[in-house]
């Protein structure tokens, strides 16, 4: 009999997040809908006049932070209303409707930043001294300027700015097909029930014990997308054309740099990243081989992956259980931290387990004034309660920064947030490990950290190369099919994983599958947020109180410096190889010890 996923309302209210602290109803929402056009029709109006007056510079930059303070929780409402259950039509067109707003406000206030930098740097500093309201917006306006070069004439901006919307269609599209229209098959689980596969239970199939479950999953799952490679294709080069178009009109020389720049991330960063893994392959090869030792098979394939190596010693961990151990590993932060995670815990910030047309994967997201809302899967493994300790740590950047900083400074630059998150899942490691003394279990919990560094780094970084190479593949005019981004992606999945690691066909299909590659560059922060994490989690653990501080500063710091400049602060410079060589030292290191144990 099969396992049936359960629909949207048959799924207990207690394990559903509460987006009451966005709005308590709809037409409140639509309320502040109403808002935002007629801020936007305001700011419209003030075309042409922006740096006529201190005065009228400071109403420009005011209304427009209170109308991108109001998109930011409509648009968090509507997403997480749609991410919740992908099916509802009322909420896709609530979606819709949000989206279609905001590329309205960035298309109607697009002339703000031209004419912001074409007025001469002393006019503003003498606004400045004018109006003392302007002080607060002093780091913005300097951070506008920052990219003077890459800021076009008003009229451009505006046409610019009308192809926001449009250049969302591949990852909506990606995001339907893959979350709501695609229909799996059905396999046999271990237990000789029939269940479907969907994009929530494939890893758990592939962490199961059964070798015949991991294989039937894994050829079932990849399947649909070999049968749809071709449109997938489609998209992504849809979704490559419009990072080119952005990237050529904002005169970057490579998508690359308009990517990393828009963060304030000097594109060697990403570079160094690459270089060093690729300078450390000989360690994921060397765990590749540990792996096929310890499963005690011939051949090692892509399905045996997941599946942990101390396979006997695979604990069911229910997400209250989870909660709980998740509190007593942050406890190293502090108890205004563990509180707030408690918070999170029993006010319903959480949105649990799977249903049907609810969006796969994990993430933490929010707005301004409210609580951050974490989206989970959860299924009762270890994996799954670092990924809720993953989810928290973004939660808790976000309400920090929130409850510290203005709205214009609150917002975190992308290349820190994994830092917060990866951090959490060091700190329960470590808790984990010095709370056991079973030799089975402690090697399974150095195989877990192992697959944290696979994960997280290795994989995350050979996403990186795979998508820097599609760029330049697209940029130099060469062909995006099926074929080829396939070729390429079986190219590196071999690169990576060495001679011990059989590289199935079906593997040559993953890329169709990830939605990162719709994220703009997105994935290489996951690799250089994981090894600044490793060296934070340990120097709050040896030094205490002041690294703790340290770290407390840079989760309030918001965007008030540039990322590379906030994790400085915090102890860590990621302008050099230095802290990547240092991780993957730890993960040699940890392979060394699982080694001895076994």
């Known amino acids: 009999m099969a396992k049936n996923i359960p629909e949207r309302n048959e799924v207990r209210v207690e394990d559903t997040w509460d987006l009451g602290a966005l709005y308590a109803t709809k037409e409140a929402w639509e309320g502040d809908l109403a808002r935002i056009r007629d801020l936007t029709e ?11 007056s201190a005065k009228e510079l400071l109403s420009v930059l005011r209304q427009s932070a209170e109308a ?44 703000v930043v031209p004419e912001l930098l074409a007025a001469d740097e002393s006019r503003i500093e003498r606004y400045i001294g004018e109006e003392p309201g302007l002080a607060l917006y002093r780091d913005q306006i300097a951070e506008i300027r920052r990219t003077k ?16 919307e449009m250049s ?3 990852e909506q599209v990606f995001s339907i097909l893959n979350n709501a229209d695609f229909l799996f098959p059905e396999i046999t689980d271990e237990n000789g029930d029939t269940v479907r596969l969907t994009t929530g239970n494939f890893v758990p199939l592939e962490e199961s014990a059964d070798r015949r479950v991991r294989k039937d999953a894994f050829l079932g799952f990849y399947s649909i997308y070999r049968q749809f490679a071709g449109t997938l294709a489609g998209l992504y080069a849809g979704q490559l054309k419009q990072q080119i178009f952005h990237a050529k009109a904002r005169k970057y020389p490579s998508t690359l740099e308009a990517a990393v720049d828009t963060n304030h991330v000097p594109s060697k960063v990403y570079h160094n990243l690459i270089d060093t893994v690729n300078q ?18 011939e051949e090692l394939h892509m399905y045996d992956i997941y599946t942990p190596m101390i396979a006997d010693a695979a604990k069911e961990i229910p997400f209250e259980q989870a909660k709980e151990t998740v509190l007593a590993a942050l406890a190293p932060l502090g108890e205004e931290y563990v509180s707030q995670v408690r918070e999170g ?9 799977e249903n049907r047309g609810k969006r796969s994967g994990a993430y933490s997201a929010g707005a301004y004034g409210a609580h951050p809302y974490v989206l989970l899967n959860y299924h009762d493994t270890l994996d799954n309660m670092f990924t809720l300790a993953h989810e928290m740590g973004h939660a808790m950047h976000s309400w920090y920064s929130n409850e510290t900083q203005p709205f214009i400074y609150s917002q975190y630059k992308i290349f820190v947030a994994e830092v917060a998150s990866t951090c959490n899942e060091i700190l329960l490691m470590e808790y984990l490990l010095a709370h056991t003394d079973d030799k089975k279990e402690r090697a399974y919990l150095l195989n877990h950290y192992l697959d944290s560094f696979k994960g997280t780094v290795f994989r995350q970084t050979m996403f990186a190369e795979y998508e820097l190479r599609t760029n330049q593949m697209a940029e130099a005019g060469e ?4 074929e080829s981004l396939s070729a390429l992606y079986l190219e590196l999945n071999q690169k990576y994983y060495g001679p011990d690691m059989v590289s199935d066909p079906e593997i040559a299909y993953e890329w ?3 939605p990162h590659f719709y994220y703009d560059f997105y994935v290489y922060q996951y690799a250089t947020g994981f090894s600044a994490a490793v060296a934070l989690a340990h120097a709050m653990l040896k030094e205490g109180a002041p690294a703790v501080e340290r770290y407390r500063q840079f989760l309030c710091g918001g965007c008030t410096k540039s990322p590379v400049e906030l994790l400085k602060t915090a102890g860590v410079d990621m302008e050099d190889p230095a802290p990547v060589q240092e991780a993957l030292d730890v993960f040699g290191e940890i392979i060394r010890q699982l080694e001895e144990l076994l």
Request: net charge neutral.
């Open 42 to 52: 305001k700011l419209a109006a003030m075309e042409g006049h922006v740096t006529s």
């Open 68 to 111: 991108e303070e109001l998109l930011g929780r409509a648009f968090s409402y509507a997403e997480r209303l749609y991410d919740q259950d992908q099916k509802n039509t009322e909420h896709q067109a609530m979606s819709q409707k949000v989206y279609r707003i905001c590329a309205e406000y960035q298309s109607a206030t697009s002339f």
């Open 149 to 164: 070069d890459h800021v076009l004439a008003a009229e451009q901006e505006k046409l610019v700015a009308m192809t926001a």
């Open 168 to 170: 969302q269609t591949p």
């Open 280 to 297: 450390n392959l000989s360690k994921l090869h060397r765990y590749v081989s540990l792996r096929k030792r310890c499963l005690g098979v």
């Open 345 to 353: 815990f029993e006010n319903r910030w959480i949105d649990v387990y």
């Open 479 to 482: 062909g995006i099919t099926a």
């Open 512 to 514: 169709a599958r990830i």
